[in-house]
Nanobody, 122 residues
Framework: QVQLVESGGGLVQAGGSLRLSCAAS????????IGWFRQAPGKEREFVAA????????YYADSVKGRFTISRDNAKNTVYLQMNSLKPEETAVYYC???????????????WGQGTQVTVSS
């Protein structure tokens, strides 16, 4: 069982930056791909970014390419999501998920955290 804890959310003005962290409880964390998803009120959960177990391959939703960067530090059992130039419409709860491989669907992942709220004011 892998427990994931997200942190780093908060309130930021449009155009600002936040760095989210996803910390895992297991030393086997390095065998998992990690995906970030977000869900705004009344909307479906959507894919944001993902990183494969070796950290060498990353994936991004078109809407965040060039602004968000996903990275991982397997020694610290942590994945980061650096978010720049944030927009008000990106206000949502952000979740990290762990699974055997990359997927753009959150239901394909085996573990997920409780989420962290990101609020972008206009």
């Amino acid at each position: 069982q892998v427990q994931l804890v997200e942190s780093g959310g908060g309130l930021v003005q449009a155009g600002g930056s936040l760095r989210l962290s996803c910390a895992a409880s297991e030393r086997t964390f390095k065998i998992y791909a990690i995906g970030w998803f977000r869900q705004a009120p009344g909307k479906e959960r959507e894919f944001v970014a993902a990183i494969r177990r070796n950290g060498g391959t990353t994936y991004y939703a078109d809407s965040v390419k060039g602004r968000f960067t996903i990275s991982r530090d397997n020694a610290k059992n942590t994945v980061y999501l650096q978010m720049n130039s944030l927009k008000p419409e990106e206000t949502a709860v952000y979740y990290c998920n762990a699974g055997s491989d990359y997927s753009g669907s959150y239901s394909s992942y085996d573990y997920w955290g409780q989420g962290t709220q990101v609020t972008v004011s206009s």
